[in-house]
């Protein structure tokens, strides 16, 4: 168990629709990443939140967003939602500064039909 | 662009063997490397970080190495057990703790 926590666990949506995926960090941490794993393949960088600013952007469109809260909770926002969108959604949390271990939660796994 | 590769993709061994799996790396200027275990439709477990200034890490019947200047790491299983079972990923990280990962191996012990 690392701490974070992330909801729902599933989630089945249609295309064109949007959604909101949530991630409780463990006790302590400043920093939150999102990744999406589709299929067969390792995790893929979305973003990443300092105190609540975006500290770095992988290859994602805008329609891809997220939000970082003061308690350090975070959500992932997805509009317009498309078939390729359906992935397992990881967050992982750790302390700011190179060299950090990230830890990471159970995820999300999102269906798009 | 930092390519993360890991061969095989698949590797299956009786119990009881030890197993080596590979972490290849294109782009040598790395924080750390670290070692996940990913079960099944679940989250990724932290087995092993190695910072860029170490070699090796061990933990238990686990050891990983990290060679920069060839950039490879390998990730040592002794004694190899059932519960091993399972999606190995290596990830390295740089000074904006973005991860780059690997497409990962999966093992699988035979009892």
């Known amino acids: 168990e690392t701490g974070v926590t992330q909801s729902p666990t599933h989630l089945i949506k249609t295309r064109g629709q949007q959604v909101t995926l949530r991630c409780s960090s463990q006790?302590?941490?400043?920093?939150v990443s999102w990744y999406q794993q589709a299929l067969g393949q390792g995790p893929q960088f979305i973003f990443q939140?300092?105190?609540?600013?975006?500290?770095g952007r992988g290859n994602f469109p805008p329609r891809f967003s997220g939000l970082q809260f003061p308690n350090y909770s975070s959500e992932l926002n997805v509009n317009a939602l498309e078939l390729d969108d359906s992935a397992l959604y990881l967050c992982?949390?750790?302390?700011?500064?190179?060299?950090?271990?990230?830890?990471f939660g159970p995820g999300t796994r999102l269906l798009v039909l | 662009k930092q390519e993360v590769t890991q061969i095989p993709a698949a590797l299956s061994v009786p119990e009881g063997e030890n197993l080596v799996l590979n972490c290849s790396f294109t782009?040598?200027?790395?924080?750390?490397l670290q070692w996940f275990r990913q079960d099944p439709g679940k989250g990724l477990t932290s087995l092993l970080l190695?910072?860029?200034?170490?070699r090796e890490q061990t933990s238990g019947r686990l050891n990983a190495s990290l060679d920069k200047s060839s950039g490879r790491s390998t990730l040592y299983i002794a004694a190899s057990q059932p519960g091993d079972s399972a999606t190995y990923l290596c990830?390295?990280?740089?000074?904006?703790?973005?991860?780059?990962f690997g497409t990962g191996t999966r093992l699988t012990i035979i009892p």
């Open positions: 992982a949390s750790s302390l700011k500064g190179p060299g950090e271990t990230q830890y």
């Open positions: 006790s302590g941490h400043n920093t």
């Open positions: 939140y300092y105190r609540e600013e975006e500290n």
């Open positions: 782009d040598s200027a790395i924080y750390n």
């Open positions: 190695i910072q860029s200034s170490q």
């Open positions: 990830a390295v990280g740089f000074g904006n703790e973005k991860l780059t």
